[in-house]
């Protein structure tokens, strides 16, 4: 079993910035990829950054030149540093991993984070 574990979301003004973190714990995994999704009330789920085990990177059209995803394979981390937010990034943020465990791979999410943007 792996768990995530998001932090950093909260309450920001528009213009701010604020760094979300997500650590996997568990025991015999290893991760290959790692993202950050959100959803707002009545949205669906979207993606919002993705990161390879190499470092490779994919951004939502939304977030490219303000949203920077990095990784800490030691830690099992993943980040995501937000800046410029805006009332449209309010959403709650969830981390995903793409994990190969014994008996296969499969995707782990966490439980979440909020982030409220007030204009």
């Known amino acids: 079993q792996v768990q995530l574990v998001e932090s950093g979301g909260g309450l920001v003004q528009a213009g701010r910035s604020l760094r979300l973190s997500c650590v996997a714990s568990?025991?015999?995994?290893?991760?290959?990829?790692m993202g950050w999704y959100r959803q707002a009330p009545g949205i669906q789920r979207e993606l919002v950054a993705a990161?390879?085990?190499?470092?490779?990177?994919n951004y939502a059209d939304s977030v490219k030149g303000r949203f920077t995803i990095s990784r800490d394979n030691a830690k099992n981390t993943v980040y995501l540093q937000m800046n410029s937010l805006g009332p449209l990034d309010t959403a709650v943020y969830y981390c995903n991993a793409h994990v190969t465990v014994v008996g296969g791979a499969f995707d782990y999410w966490g439980q979440g984070t909020q982030v409220t943007v007030s204009s």
């Open positions: 568990g025991s015999r995994f290893s991760i290959t990829d």
């Open positions: 990161i390879g085990s190499g470092g490779s990177t």
